[in-house]
């Protein structure tokens, strides 16, 4: 970037004031938060004293002058040039780390998007250490995946690049600042896990689980992850399994209410979105310098190129003067800004119609019951003394903002930030010591029971981008001010998942709440 644009971001960020409540971005149709009901198949567009300090940046102390859209679109960023602390692994002493699914949003792409008339951001999306970001793990990686014939693919995965590879990127391309992302997250999770000897050194096959969506940049995102988590792993014992919806419901997708509920939130959306009279100027003086009609402009969605451009250091598109009925001049980190206050607003009104939580709770349940079936299988096996080398120790889930935005959603984490590239969600099942018990579950025991607590307890912990957020869940706030035990009950997440997490459609199961009849 050069200095007169730094200077020129600089001058707008400082400048930046506006009266909106919310505390964190999200973009919805813009960037395809809120899929129309055909894209749901497709791609979008330590405990205890540790938990008070790590909450902080995952939700905001709460303050009366609003957010500065310039510096959170530059969080959505998540350039990778900084240290990062990851609060996973993090228990009390001699607990037992028993299973890790982690959800991830792809990292960095190309736009998905093409403002007419202006030239695409020149990024080059081939792989070289030359060329920042970097990372030590790189050419190492870049060598790995030239042995991935080796793998087991599911249909159509197969056929998908395993590494992005175009000198000019095409459209919704992994950029190399995507793979170095999810490099160092999956090496962050190594160096977390490593002490807690999560997989010994010849797990199985069926110990690790990854699932993708078909898209190129969800396939790489998570072979990077894979990769730095296990440096060099065994190409014959990794099968990448294919999720046909960004939902990752699998046989489980089919839920009319769903739909119902998706629809009623783009209402919403849409009726916000018209009646601001300045977003609607400034779109009409965007399009008057690019000689677009202003219909025109919207349908190419310019906040997404804008953002790579702006992630990327790249100045804002230019157009000259007096062709096409245009004015001619530069899009402005101004009328950026416009954009990303209306997303601020939306997200205010989006919390308070509470449309989006309904639709998220129905979309994203076939994906938490799988979670806590598996962590039910592993306990179980643990609990027999058997190593739970039939189940999923490690699963990964490469995904999308599509998935992992109603994901957080359903948890009740509705403060959360929006998911940035490279997000991801974390769910630890832990085991406390034999003759273990927390204050709250001997409280409640029957005599009997106290005495014996042969075995030690399940616990669960969330995190979102290394930060734990397990008691800003719905199935763990309560605990969270009940009792002194520093980890939350997995029976209190078995309980949200089959039956508490549906009280907000005013159901009691998935079946009911999916086939109901309206009124």
Known sequence: MSSSVARSHRAVVSKMVSAVAAHFLLFLVSVNLIPIAAELQAADGGAGAALGKSRKRVFPVPRTEEPNPISEAYSYCNTPNRTEQAWEGHSPVDYKLLSVQVMIRHGDRYPLYYIPKT??????????????P???????????????????WESPLGSVPRLPNHSACEMGELTQTGVVQHLRNGQLLHRAYKRHKLLPADWSPRQVWLETTGKSRTL?????????????????????????????????????????HLEEEQRRQYRLRVSDTELERTYADMARTLGLLTRQLRAANPIDSLLCHLCHGIAFPCVPGGGGGGGGGCLTMAQFAVIRRQQLDDEADRRRAGLYRK?????????????????ERVAKD??????PRGEEVFSLSSAHDVTVAPLLSALGL????????????????????????????????????????RDGELFIRVLYNGEDVTFHTDFCRAHDRHARWPLCPLK????????????????????????RRPG
């Open 119 to 132: 030239k695409r951001p020149a990024i080059d999306c081939t792989l070289s250490t030359s060329r920042k």
């Open 134 to 152: 970097s990372h030590p793990l790189l050419n190492a990686f870049i060598r790995h995946m030239g042995q991935g014939a080796r793998g087991h």
């Open 220 to 260: 790489q995102s998570g072979l990077a992850f894979l990769y730095g988590l296990l440096p060099d792993f065994d190409w014959a014992r990794v099968t990448a399994r294919h999720q046909w919806s960004t939902l990752f419901c699998g046989a489980a997708c089919d839920c009319p209410a769903r739909n119902r």
């Open 359 to 375: 639709y998220a709770v129905l979309a994203m349940y076939p994906y938490l019951n799988r979670t806590a079936g598996k962590m």
């Open 382 to 387: 643990n609990e027999a003394g058997r190593q």
């Open 414 to 453: 509705e403060g959360a930030r929006f998911p940035r590239f490279a997000a991801r969600v974390v769910f630890e099942l832990w085991k406390s010591p034999p003759g273990t018990r927390g204050p709250a579950a001997a409280a409640v025991a029957p005599p009997k029971k106290r005495a014996k607590a």
């Open 492 to 515: 209190n997440f078995l309980s949200f998942v089959r039956r508490d997490m549906f009280a907000v459609v005013n159901a009691t199961s998935y079946q009911e709440a999916c086939y």
